[in-house]
């Protein structure tokens, strides 16, 4: 018990952003740095009332210290701006690691199995072309046709993958990893558009399932990724028949057009017609500049923009399942909500 203590109060420190100074004096002064660091590394134990002085200066329910650990986190791989900071990088891992595991726990309760097989691991991706194959035989694995996908972010909940929304600045952008190394997840910033938002947990969705040849460089294994988030989008004849298969240049109309009807961001439509060399490079790289030449075009403000919905309800379906049919008292879901138990008790209305 005195590990499992120790552990959740330097999870629960890290989730808050404190260094032990920082936590020592939001306490009051109870307790020094030097004891929460003891704490940390199982030396003492804290008695009740420094256990509700640091619940109450971490903001989390008492018993969060005393939740055993059931999930493993490995293999988190961030998709990061330089701007962001160790402590928040920290703050965000543990972030996401505590929803996989509430994740994890909820679906226990209900026996439901999160094991997940990758559908594309016989393919090895080598180059685009095997990226856009492996597309195909995702697309009609998960029945999904070449129709315009409506909602990424429910499409991977639908098929075993754990999406987390973060609400964090823009330094943020995705990361995703495994979970007791069968149940991959996600996690994206919540504050991004939503055209960036499939964009992004699309690319995290190779980096996830694709097979790639050991060889290649990660830069490439990057750029395959991107390929493979545009192709999931615009599959390759859909591409074709929207544009033709050579272009000398695309006109702003057109890129709208698609960005509002596919919810793909338009450097990312740019970047797709490169690929399949319907524009050369040269082109592209000069649609670039003129994406970046004002604020607007390149945050995409002064584009049409996709109206969608990108989120999943599913954690909260689970939540409001287990709690309906008596799996889980009404104070575990409060806590595992993140809610006080009066609001939970509010919002969850029993037909």
């Not at 260094?19 to 030097?34: A, C, P, T, Y």
């Not at 402590?87 to 199995?113: C, M, P, R």
């Not at 991977?156 to 991959?184: H, Q, R």
């Amino acid at each position: 018990m005195k590990e499992i203590v120790a552990k959740r109060i330097k999870s629960a420190r890290t989730l808050a952003g404190l260094s032990l100074r920082e936590l020592s004096q939001k306490m009051e002064g109870i307790v020094s740095h030097n004891a929460i660091t003891k704490y940390e590394n199982g030396l003492m134990m804290p008695d009740s009332k420094v256990l509700l002085a640091l619940a109450k200066a971490l903001d989390v329910k008492i018993d969060y210290f005393f939740r055993p650990y059931n999930v493993t986190i490995e293999s988190v791989e961030f998709r990061k701006k330089s701007k962001l900071s160790i402590k928040n990088s920290n703050a965000i891992h543990q972030k996401v690691s505590d929803d996989v595991e509430k994740y994890i726990e909820l679906e226990g309760f209900l026996n439901i199995s999160s094991e997940f097989q990758k559908p594309v691991n016989h393919i090895k991706i080598h180059s685009g072309k095997d990226v856009e194959f492996a597309v195909i035989y995702l697309l009609d694995f998960w029945r999904l046709g070449t129709k315009v996908l409506p909602n990424v972010i429910e499409l991977m909940e639908c098929n075993a993958i754990k999406v987390i929304e973060i609400d964090a600045n823009e330094d943020f952008e995705v990361l995703s990893g495994w979970a007791n190394k069968t149940v991959p997840f996600i996690a994206i910033n919540k504050n991004y558009t939503l055209e960036h938002k499939r964009f992004l947990a699309l690319i995290e969705l190779g980096h996830l399932i694709l097979s790639f040849d050991r060889a290649l460089e990660a830069k490439t294994v990057k750029k395959l990724c991107h390929r493979f988030a545009g192709a999931m989008l615009i599959n390759e004849r859909t591409m074709f028949f929207l544009l033709g298969r050579s272009r000398n240049s695309i006109t702003q109309f057109e890129l709208e057009a698609i960005k509002a009807s596919y919810g793909i961001p338009v450097l990312e439509i740019m970047s797709r017609a490169r690929d399949l060399s319907i524009i050369n490079e040269d082109k592209f790289k000069a649609l670039k500049i003129w994406i970046n030449e004002t604020e607007e075009r390149k945050t995409e403000t002064a584009f049409k923009q996709y109206v969608g919905r990108e989120q999943s309800d599913r954690f909260k379906r689970l939540l409001y399942l287990a709690t309906a049919e008596e799996y889980i008292s009404m104070s575990k879901a409060a806590n595992m909500a993140n809610q006080d138990l009066a609001t939970f008790r509010d919002e969850f209305i029993s037909i």
